[in-house]
């Protein structure tokens, strides 16, 4: 069966980069009992979602972030009562700069791998490694880490490096 319950609490606000309103940023809600709220800013960087009262995390997705070129910031615990209106805004960092990272396995490159790089254990992003085995991760500095995805090319080497490459910039 499928219940329908109006939402009776916003939260909106914008989400800007350097200063610029950031538009097309997909947000998250997640909240008790599984309620997922999606939400994406406008042209204007503005965005409004509206929920049950109750506690959630809000955030921004991280992915549509990184593909502007920003760091997307933490996700925030939110409660909301009924009737209420919250404003918060997201400022975003500019990711200045890159890393340049080749999968080798058996001293090859291994072509076209799914490569999941983690932010200091708070930020996952997927990526997929060239035909020479080399991806490119924007950064903002600090520690990184990678996995690749072994199951999905069938990688039979115990022995698969990701070693960081000169940047040509």
Partial sequence: NLTMVQAN???GGTVTGSGTPL???LLFMFGQNGRVILGQTDLQGHYELSALDGDYVLGV?????????FFPPNQMNVSLQNGERKTIDFALQPLTGRLVAQVVANQRPVQSIAVSVDFQ???????????NGVFTVPTIGGDWGFQVDRKSTRLNSSHTDISRMPSSA
């Fill in 61 to 69: 997705v991280p992915e549509t972030a990184v593909q502007l070129g």
């Fill in 121 to 131: 254990r708070s930020l996952y992003i997927d990526f997929r490694a060239d035909v």
């Fill in 9 to 11: 609490a916003f939260v």
């Fill in 23 to 25: 538009p097309y940023q």
